[in-house]
């Protein structure tokens, strides 16, 4: 291994040990339920509700630190790989796996980049519903982890209700204003032919978790 | 380190903490034993959160005494911010939280530097004019007063009223020769939380009169009763080595703080019921949240200041 990628490893480790630790359970502060159904070992893949960029890092708090090298959150290369700093940032520190959104010729697999990374072994954190959207609202989710659970029928989808996090830190925001934030893991579920039911099953138990909480109206 | 600070009164008192919680984890280890097929859980959750609470505690005490005030700057926002995310919130309102949280340092600096006509007037008047400032110029006017009134609840209850505890810190040693302000904040904390803890012992045992059953349906008059005394026995015991309190006038602090921890305690229970939720948060468990922990002090801390701070100040 050379001198860069000892470094950047290193920074990567600071970051999520020392520097996210103390964002979100300092400043911030989780309330998580069913931790027990977060995967232990890859491949898998955790689905949550996407409302703001420390999503990814209250995820990755909850997962054993042995994992860290082995988490890639699925993230848009047009828009993390944008500049030169936000691209180095996004790649050695947080460690995203870059994805294209819009397809360059008609049969290209926008999802090929997933399908090493679970092959390796990884635990992919997936966010259907695209973009951070409006903070605080369930967005309908897309289709590609549907594609994804297919090809891979057994590898554990858990999927993971997010709340809060919008409050903290929303799309265009700068100021983080303190909240706690709410995690709550469902059920494993598995993928299979029918992707329709799939999606179905997935909404369903986003559904079912975001039943679990009493959430104060943030209008 | 230095743990000088600290008369040895104060000192033997925190040792006397550790002794109280080692009685009730042998207690609870003997009745585990004796009737297994009952459920000490929730008790056992919480004496090991007691451990954990009372050594943080003693560790702010020892250490020095602005490690104590920034402990409780710490509470104070830990408070407030499960406060501000069980109750509903403007999105327009996000730069005015930030502002509200941004009060703590100040008024614990405050503190912290015996200023106290700032102390005393800066949340319940500038604050209190500062924040609608800051909501009108951003200009959200649906739910305004509700956004307002609420805010301003909370700071009071949360940074407000904590911050009294803190400010007993820093009070004169004339006023409490020997044990000065610390003494004075381990009778009140000490008598607030085992009021707390008598009131709900009590109640558990002999409770079967509803007190307040609108607001909080576990709370009897038998347990509110047993509190006081047992508060009142504490009181007494310990007026002599940590206040400057005669005997009649331990009764009088016992009988306040007992009554005040209770309303407290009733207050916060009124705000989760608003609210839907069952406890403030998960931080301490077998307790719930923080708030469901410094209720009862949100009430007691500034009476209690105010009471000695008039008579012995």
């Keep these: 291994m050379d001198i860069k990628k000892i470094t950047n490893r290193f920074l990567r480790f600071i970051f999520y040990r020392i520097v996210v630790r103390l964002v979100v359970l300092i400043v911030l502060g989780r309330n998580v339920r069913h931790r027990n159904r977060l995967p232990t070992a890859g491949p898998a893949i955790l689905v949550a509700n996407h409302n703001s960029h420390l999503d990814t890092m209250v995820l990755i708090t909850l997962l054993s630190s042995g994992l860290l090298n082995r988490i890639k959150p699925v993230a848009a290369a047009d828009y993390f790989l944008s500049s030169p700093l936000k691209a180095w940032f996004a790649l050695n520190i947080v460690g995203i796996l870059p994805i294209k959104r819009q397809k360059d010729t008609p049969d290209e697999d926008l999802l090929a980049p997933c399908y090493l990374s679970l092959e390796e072994g990884n635990i992919l954190v997936f966010f259907p519903e695209g973009s951070r959207g409006e903070p605080e609202h369930l967005t309908a989710f897309k289709g590609g982890i549907a594609k994804l659970a297919e090809r891979y029928p057994d ?8 709340h809060g996090l919008g409050k903290v830190l929303p799309r265009g925001e700068k100021l983080l204003v303190p909240f706690f934030c709410d995690v709550f893991v469902g059920e494993p579920l598995y993928g299979s032919k029918d992707r329709k039911g799939f999606m179905a099953q997935l909404e369903k138990r986003m559904a079912e978790l975001s039943q679990e909480g009493i959430f104060p109206p943030w209008e | 380190m230095s743990v000088f600070h ?11 903490l550790y002794g109280i919680l080692v009685v009730a984890t042998a207690i609870h280890f003997f009745l585990k034993k004796i009737r297994p097929d009952s459920n000490f859980r929730e008790i056992g959750l919480r004496i090991r959160s007691w451990w954990v609470m009372v050594s943080i505690f003693t560790l702010a005490m020892l250490l020095s005494r602005n490690v104590s005030l920034f402990f409780f700057a710490f509470i104070s926002f830990l408070a407030l911010k499960e406060y501000l995310s069980i109750i509903p919130t403007r999105r327009a309102d996000r730069r005015v939280l930030f502002w509200a949280y941004l009060t703590i340092p100040f008024q614990y600096y405050w503190a912290g530097s015996e200023w106290y006509g700032m102390f005393i007037i800066f949340i319940p008047v500038y604050v209190f004019l500062f924040l609608p400032l800051c909501m009108v110029i951003i200009g959200e006017t649906r739910n305004f007063l509700r956004s307002a009134g609420t805010l301003h609840w909370g700071l009071m209850t949360m940074v407000f009223s904590i911050s009294h ?11 409490n020769l020997g044990s000065g302000g610390a003494g004075l904040l381990l009778f009140l904390v000490f008598l607030t939380q085992s009021n707390d803890v008598s009131q709900f012992l009590w109640g558990k045992s002999f409770g ?25 026995v504490f009181a007494l015991l310990l007026s002599g080595i940590l ?6 006038m331990a009764i009088v602090t016992g009988i306040l703080i007992s009554t005040a921890g209770f309303v407290g305690d ?22 719930g949240g923080i708030l469901d922990r410094i209720d009862s002090l949100t009430f007691t801390a500034p009476l209690f200041f105010h009471f000695t701070y008039y008579l012995y100040y």
């Design chain 1, 155 to 162: 590898v554990p989808i858990t999927p993971v209700l997010l």
């Design chain 2, 208 to 232: 079967k009169r509803k007190i307040v059953p609108s607001v909080s349906p576990n709370k009897t008059l038998e347990g509110f009763i047993g509190g006081v005394g047992t508060t009142n």
């Design chain 2, 165 to 175: 505890v803190a400010y007993l810190l820093v009070l004169p040693q004339s006023g």
């Design chain 2, 243 to 248: 206040t400057p309190f005669s005997l009649p």
């Design chain 2, 266 to 287: 009733v207050t916060i229970s009124a705000v989760k019921r608003d609210i839907g939720v069952k406890d403030s948060g998960n931080l301490l468990p077998g307790h």
């Design chain 2, 6 to 16: 600290l008369g040895p009164t104060v000192l033997w008192s925190l040792v006397g």
